[in-house]
T-cell receptor
Framework: ETGVTQTPRHLVMGMTNKKSLKCEQHLGHNAMYWYKQSAKKPLELMFVYSLEERVENNSVPSRFSPECPNSSHLFLHLHTLQPEDSALYLC??????????FGNGTRLTVT | GNSVTQMEGPVTLSEEAFLTINCTYTATGYPSLFWYVQYPGEGLQLLLKATKADDKGSNKGFEATYRKETTSFHLEKGSVQVSDSAVYFCALSDAGGTSYGKLTFGQGTILTVHP
């Protein structure tokens, strides 16, 4: 148990589908993050939320839409994805100036 | 911009062998440095960290020393176990950044330890 829970663990979706990834933390952290992990590439930071406000968006395509309704929950809404979006999507949380705690990720396959 | 370069894997060792995974970085200022480990089917876990030059991070028998003169943070372990088989990521955070979350990662090194 990492303290950061991601659901679902696996997701297969077609290019025309709409789905959402969910992340939940009960560590009392005030910052949450989405990272993308693709094969043979470094982890890519997608979004950062601090105190529920988005503070970073690393040029992520608009087909990925994050939502942070409160400091414990983070969503990644997906629509009209491409096969190259298939990857492991990792959620993480932290307190300011403290290391990240990662969830176990959602393995996404776009068909 | 910041960058992290790790030795390419995969690395395959026998149990009780000595491990070194090289990591060098490029950054402005004085970044903090980290090693994260990812076991199969799991997310990343912080293994160790160092926040200033000459600091040594250590955990579970692993060590890494922050070498500013060589811009390196090599990971070492004197005697690996089968349970150490995982992917290891070197990372840095922006100097003076307000959050460690803005990490720049290396590409990861796969370690396999055989009995």
């Amino acid at each position: 148990e990492t303290g950061v829970t991601q659901t679902p663990r696996h997701l297969v979706m077609g290019m025309t589908n709409k789905k959402s990834l969910k992340c939940e933390q009960h560590l009392g952290h005030n910052a949450m993050y989405w990272y993308k992990q693709s094969a043979k590439k470094p982890l890519e930071l997608m979004f950062v939320y601090s105190l529920e406000e988005r503070v970073e968006n690393n040029s992520v395509p608009s087909r990925f839409s994050p939502e942070c309704p409160n400091s414990s929950h983070l969503f990644l809404h997906l629509h009209t994805l491409q096969p190259e979006d298939s990857a492991l999507y990792l959620c993480a949380s932290s307190l300011q100036d403290s290391p990240l705690h990662f969830g176990n990720g959602t393995r996404l396959t776009v068909t | 911009g910041n960058s992290v370069t790790q030795m390419e894997g995969p690395v395959t060792l026998s149990e009780e062998a000595f491990l070194t995974i090289n990591c060098t970085y490029t950054a402005t200022g004085y970044p903090s440095l980290f090693w994260y480990v990812q076991y199969p089917g799991e997310g990343l876990q912080l293994l160790l960290k160092a926040t200033k030059a000459d600091d040594k991070g250590s955990n579970k028998g692993f060590e890494a020393t922050y070498r500013k003169e060589t811009t390196s943070f090599h990971l070492e372990k004197g005697s690996v176990q089968v349970s150490d088989s995982a992917v290891y990521f070197c990372a840095l955070s922006d100097a003076g950044g307000t959050s460690y979350g803005k990490l720049t990662f290396g590409q990861g090194t796969i370690l396999t330890v055989h009995p």
